[in-house]
Structure formats: structure tokens, C-alpha cells
């Protein structure tokens, strides 16, 4: 059996120094992206890369430099074949707090550890209402996130959905949700994070002629549906068993057919 890989961290390239990470614990403005890295790639990387590089031109006003980035997840992975768990923040240790208006170079850190473990045990959630700031960016304002997930579990439950101030259902806590009716799946038409294991799913659903359609969905419309998934880069795939006090049923030849539309994505080579 193969030994987990020591949790390594590097910034710019070379191994981090504590002082130079002073500025992650007293400005917390940034972004990230997390993947799973099998035999040195990832599914989804030409993906993750995008979402540096958009977010990074929103939070900093500068563009990133794409070839490097990935050159540094090259070397934070090395000669390592074994399942990984890597992620990327960018920050800036020339932002200027007091002129944000002002473009800034950014840092780029990168932190593998051991691959996410696998976990199939259908949730329970219950909702909350709540919008993320700036939905569609992978910020690193996560304490409301974790805050919400507590709440949920204080009431009995494994983790936060949250609904819109409109009423339709968004996001969860850490991940994107997916919904199945008679006629295939369903992505809330909401302000949310467009997950790379989400984008991943619609297109190898696409692909096998499922595509699935983005519509509103409220509380209201749960008891309708067949059947309710979560989906982030950790899991890519996990059931849904109960939102507040509607029930869904197990269905494991959706969930194999979920499986497949994203192991059909390629391995991209880091």
C-alpha cells in the first residue's frame, strides 16, 4: 500500500517561506480553484485555468500568465503518480489596501496534499437564505459557507442549500446542485458558482445526447422532481437524500449514468 503524500506548499514556484504568507492571514481578498490529480493530470484543467485567469482580471485588474501557472502545478506535482489533491490561490503581495483601484502582479500558491476521499452517503440539507457576494467568483470569503454548513449540522442535518432572496434555489455551501425530472437534469437558474465539476457533468451529458436545460427552482417544486445530486471537484458525483423535509429516492442507475458523463472528460496533462 502506498503511503498518502506529505502536504506540500509552494509560492511562485519554490517552496513557501511563513513570512512571506503574512499578507493570506490579514487581507482576505483572493481567489482559488481545487482539482483532483490522477497520474499527474486533471480533468477539467484548461477549465480551472480559465477561472484563474477571469477571476484574477476581476479581483486585481491584471492579467495571469497561464503557461506559468501551469508550470507550477508541473513542478508541485513532480514525478508524485499517486491520487492528489491540489489547489491554487491567487493573492497579491503588492495589492495596496488603501488604492484598490489600482492593478496589482499577483502570487500564485499551490498546495498538494492527499487526494479527497471518496464518499457516496447521500446528504441531508437544509435550506438557508443566502447569496453569495460575488457569486460567480471562487473567492476566498468562505466563513459564511462554513458558518452555514455549522447551522445545518446543529439542526440535524449534513450541510446548507442556499435560496435566493427571489426564492430560487442557488448553490450549496461548497458545491453546485443538480436536480433529475422525467426529462433529465436541471441546473438552478440562479446567481451561483458555475463549478468546474458542474461544467464538467453538463458536457459529458451533452455529449451522450442528455443535455439537461437550466431552468428556476424553488422550494415549491421539489416534491416534482426525481431526484436531487451534489457535485464539487471533490465528489463529482453524491445523492441527495433530503432537502428540509423532502424525501428523494435512491436511484444508482442515475447516479452511474452521472458517473460516466464525467469520467467521460479527458485527463488533461498537467
Known amino acids: 500500500?502506498?503511503?498518502?503524500?506529505?502536504?506540500?506548499?509552494?509560492?511562485?514556484?519554490?517552496?513557501?517561506?511563513?513570512n512571506a504568507l503574512h499578507l493570506l492571514v490579514q487581507t482576505n481578498y483572493g481567489h482559488f480553484t481545487s482539482m483532483q490529480v490522477r497520474e499527474?493530470?486533471?480533468?477539467?484543467?484548461g477549465l480551472?485555468?480559465?477561472?484563474?485567469?477571469?477571476?484574477?482580471?476581476?479581483?486585481f485588474g491584471s492579467e495571469l500568465n497561464r503557461d506559468l501557472v501551469r508550470a507550477y502545478l508541473h513542478q508541485a506535482i513532480g514525478a508524485d503518480l499517486r491520487p492528489l489533491s491540489l489547489r491554487v490561490n491567487v493573492f497579491s503581495r503588492a495589492l495596496d489596501r488603501a488604492r484598490m483601484n489600482v492593478p496589482a502582479n499577483v502570487d500564485v500558491l499551490v498546495s498538494v496534499g492527499a487526494a479527497a476521499p471518496a464518499v457516496a452517503a447521500p446528504l441531508r440539507l437544509k435550506t438557508f437564505g443566502y447569496q453569495r457576494e460575488l457569486s460567480a467568483i471562487k473567492h476566498?470569503?468562505?466563513?459564511?459557507?462554513?458558518?452555514?454548513?455549522?447551522?445545518?449540522?446543529?439542526?440535524?442535518?449534513?450541510?446548507?442549500?442556499?435560496v435566493a432572496a427571489d426564492g430560487r434555489v442557488s448553490e450549496g455551501s461548497?458545491?453546485?446542485?443538480?436536480?433529475?425530472?422525467d426529462n433529465g437534469a436541471i441546473w438552478p437558474e440562479a446567481p451561483q458558482l458555475h463549478?468546474?465539476?458542474?461544467?464538467?457533468?453538463?458536457?459529458?451529458?451533452?455529449?451522450r445526447g442528455a443535455p439537461g436545460k437550466a431552468q428556476p427552482i424553488r422550494i415549491a417544486d421539489l416534491p416534482r422532481l426525481r431526484g436531487a445530486f451534489f457535485t464539487n471537484s471533490s465528489v463529482p458525483v453524491q445523492p441527495i437524500a433530503r432537502i428540509d423535509?423532502?424525501?428523494?429516492?435512491?436511484?444508482?442507475?442515475?447516479?452511474?449514468?452521472?458517473?460516466?458523463?464525467?469520467e467521460?472528460?479527458?485527463?488533461?496533462?498537467?
Open 264 to 270: 467521460s472528460n479527458p485527463l488533461e496533462p498537467v
Open 1 to 18: 500500500m502506498m503511503s498518502p503524500p506529505a502536504y506540500r506548499i509552494e509560492l511562485n514556484g519554490a517552496p513557501a517561506q511563513v
Open 48 to 59: 480551472h485555468l480559465d477561472r484563474l485567469a477571469c477571476a484574477t482580471r476581476e479581483l
Open 174 to 181: 461548497v458545491w453546485n446542485i443538480v436536480f433529475f425530472d
Open 140 to 162: 476566498v470569503g468562505t466563513f459564511p459557507l462554513f458558518h452555514y454548513r455549522r447551522l445545518a449540522q446543529q439542526a440535524g442535518c449534513d450541510d446548507a442549500l442556499f
Open 245 to 262: 423535509d423532502i424525501e428523494f429516492a435512491a436511484d444508482a442507475a442515475l447516479i452511474g449514468k452521472l458517473a460516466d458523463a464525467y
Open 195 to 207: 463549478g468546474i465539476s458542474l461544467q464538467l457533468l453538463r458536457a459529458g451529458l451533452a455529449r
Open 40 to 45: 499527474g493530470c486533471v480533468r477539467g484543467l
